[in-house]
């Protein structure tokens, strides 16, 4: 039997937040927390949440909606199916230690884990910027979360020790070095995002209305004398896009300049922006940001959708811990949640680390 182990990241953001679905810039990074399959090829479709200890179990000719986390599989053969690609089934566990609806990419990093298989084993042929649209597709279309591209992306086209500086209306990315001395703290609230789902749904449409009036496909190609021909919200929400996709380009290149203490500086204001005008931070994400640069921190922002999830922290190799640990301690006195850290290496996307079989 044909058996397959496929290794899938999670993702940080290092700016550019809320763009991709403006078709603007963003710079995420693969990190090593991940998503693990083991499959082996079968007639159906039949996997164990070793995390979530529930079975999914399906045949290929059946992919009826049920909820749960079977239909970011179940939109994998979906988008396939479109693009009028056959793979067979798969059975096996999934496992890993990347913590899932902590706005770290989880539902994109099990797509990608499913997606990376079935190419294998099936010899499908997908590039991997293939497979990130593929994956999009399946969320957007078949689960029905209307997420841009920045997180299948990242699981697909990861680089060990690279952000990946990308124009989501090209596709066109370039690798970015993290330098070595600096660090990155994953801090996770204890929140999980569910009224962000609304809350992003709102913002997407706002954006999406403002972009159609102006005429323009994406905010790549809106300036500051555009907006204000918008009505106040569309302004409001259009400027901070404006905004962050400048400071992606900006810490782009003060990342290729080593500059760190001015990159920290970018995040923090990119925070502000999130939480003043775009509105989808909470106190505890801010409380994380203040608590991080107070302790040493070159800066630190949320990263994801907001309202929970998680927040990044960077700072410098030998100081990230003592910062973290002060973060936490601090944290726990101040809300009730359960919050948790890792000091993240930036990783290579989706892979296989081991072959069982003919494969
Ligand atoms: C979620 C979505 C992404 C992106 C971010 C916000 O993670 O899945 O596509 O929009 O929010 O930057």
Redesign the pocket.
Known sequence: MKKLVVMSPGRV?IIG?????ALGY?MPAAVNLYIVLEGAVSEIVKLKSKMLKEVVCFDLSNLARTGGWGDYVKGIYYALGKRGVRAGGLEGVVGGDLPIGS?L?SSASLELAVLYFLNQVYSLGLSRIEMALIAREAENEFVGIP?????QFSSSMGRRGHAIFLDTEALRHEYVPIPRETAIAVFYTGIKREISKTV?RERRMAVEEGLRTLGVRSSKYVSSSDLVKLPMKHKRYLSYIVRENERVIKVRDLLRSGDMEAVGAVLVEAHRDLATNYGVSCPELDFIVREAVRLGAYGARLT??GFGGSAIILASKDKVEFIAEGVLSNYVKEFPWSPKYFIVEVSDGVNAVGRIGGV
Not at 17 to 21: A, L
């Open positions: 953001n937040e809320h763009t991709d679905y963003v706005g990419g997420c841009g591209i920045l997180d992003y994801g959708a």
